[in-house]
């Protein structure tokens, strides 16, 4: 069964501190994984996208790691901000190919 | 400017009454997504169309209805037959089936 599976469930984080968000996933077959942003009461945003060839992507503070090998991925976010705070999501495809499996989230709170 | 348009924002509705939610987008998208979303869990997919006048059952789809007569729109009804309607409701769309999608803002439904 296809399933992606996200850790922490939430983490508080001081403003100007990293942190790393972590994607565990057992889609098949594999051919991308996306991070989004969702901040709350709104829609997600997607931040980076990367598919198995890759093993890192740069978005700005953001950095994605994939590691095809043991289905991890993580998303690192450098000198954060409090506009960081926000659920993000990671996401694989369904089997078919024509849909998503969606995490069920990282709740950031970034805190002055 | 293109974009995916979700209305309205929030909805309330009575036990027993049916409720249309809107989608459109202006992206020239064909494919079109309804998930609805619930605190802890991953998006989950209601009802999904690769075209026109055509649309898919996604892993939720009791209790729902979705049309697809316009290539930009695609509303999604949720019945009186869905024992729980309570959610935030997300749209997206995405150039075609699997490809990169976009959201909406959301409609938070809530039953009085």
């Known amino acids: 069964k296809n399933q992606v599976e996200q850790s922490p469930q939430s983490l508080i984080i001081l403003e100007g501190k990293n942190c790393t968000l972590q994607c565990n996933y057992t889609v098949s077959p594999f051919s991308n994984l996306r991070w989004y942003k969702q901040d709350t009461g709104r829609g997600p945003v997607s931040l980076t996208i990367m598919t198995f060839s890759e093993n890192t992507k740069s978005n700005g503070r953001y950095t994605a790691t994939l590691d095809a090998d043991t289905k991890q991925s993580s998303l690192h976010i450098t000198a954060s901000q409090l506009s960081d705070s926000a659920s993000y999501i990671c996401v694989g495809p369904k089997g078919d190919g024509q849909n998503f499996v969606f995490g069920p989230g990282t709740r950031l709170s970034v805190l002055p | 400017d293109g974009g995916i348009t979700q209305s309205p924002k929030y909805l309330f509705r009575k036990e027993g009454q049916n409720v249309t939610l809107s989608c459109e987008q202006n992206l020239n998208h064909d494919a079109m997504y309804w998930y609805r979303q619930d605190p802890g869990q991953g998006l989950r997919l209601i009802y999904y169309s690769q075209i026109v006048n055509d649309f898919q059952k996604g892993d939720i789809a009791e209790g729902y209805s979705v049309s697809r007569e316009k290539k930009e729109s695609f509303p999604l009804t949720v019945t009186s037959a869905q024992k729980n309607p309570t959610a935030f409701y997300l749209c997206?769309?995405?150039?075609?089936?699997?490809?990169?999608?976009?959201f909406g803002q959301g409609t938070r439904l809530t039953v009085v």
């Open positions: 997206a769309s995405s150039i075609t089936a699997g490809t990169e999608a976009f």
